[in-house]
């Protein structure tokens, strides 16, 4: 089992994850100030399950791939490395769009096709498998017991987080937008706040030497 000072690390990275604002967050709060919190918490369902989809595939295919070809284990961390140093540069670079922009708002939807459109963003996103692919090995080890079994606990938290916040952020979607539109200050520091934790994240991967 991942031993519990690892647990509590990843949880509080993934809690820094989805305070990020990016597409999800977006589209949830766009929900939820045009058509009610119940739009949102509909749409967010969906996002949860399309998640879920992206973790079930992740968790078989690094099982796979970890057992099958020790050396892909490198590769792994290689390439989970620069795209956790895309992430960071994507958080600070220059010419970004506003992540709060609200100004074309969704037309009213009906509960199905709020449902899918959540579950489709994260479905069609393949930015979300592979920023599992890069985040969850550095948690995961053979030594801690199944790699499928720690995929999943793994997965099931960072859902669980995710939602948790998600929904807190629907239930204040109107205070947090007026919020965020009177603190443009805040958000530019917090985007150099998490380039830096992508960074280390990044240095850290590079940097661990066994499975």
């Known amino acids: 089992m991942i031993p519990v000072s690892q647990l509590l690390l990843f949880a509080f990275t993934a809690l ?3 305070l990020v604002p990016g597409p ?3 589209y949830l709060i766009s929900r939820s100030v045009t058509q009610g919190k119940k739009a949102g918490m509909i749409s ?3 996002v949860a399950c399309g998640f879920l989809f992206h973790i079930t595939l992740v968790s078989f295919g690094l099982t796979a791939v970890l057992f099958a070809v020790p050396f892909a284990y490198t590769v792994l961390k290689a390439t989970g490395s620069g795209y956790l140093l895309y992430l960071a540069w994507q958080a600070v670079k220059p010419g970004g769009k506003g992540m709060f922009d609200t100004d074309k708002q969704p037309e009213a939807d009906k509960p199905l096709k709020l449902f899918s459109m959540g579950l489709f963003t994260n479905v069609l996103n393949p930015k979300v498998a ?4 890069s985040f969850f090995p550095q948690f ?3 030594a801690y017991g199944s790699i499928l079994g720690q995929s999943f606990m793994l ?3 960072q859902i669980t987080i995710s939602f948790t ?3 807190f952020i629907i239930l204040s979607a109107t205070k947090v937008t007026r919020w965020f539109a009177a603190n443009p200050k805040w958000v530019r520091m917090q985007r150099w706040f998490m380039a830096s934790v992508f960074s280390g994240l990044a240095l850290k991967m590079a940097l661990d030497k066994g499975k």
Do not use: D, R, S, T
């Not at 592979?130 to 692919?133: A, E, N, S, T």
């Open 24 to 26: 999800n967050m977006i």
């Open 130 to 133: 592979v920023f599992y692919l």
């Open 44 to 46: 967010l369902a969906g």
């Open 165 to 167: 916040v998600n929904l």
């Open 155 to 157: 997965g099931f938290m």
């Open 140 to 142: 995961i080890k053979p």
């Open 16 to 18: 820094l994850m989805v």
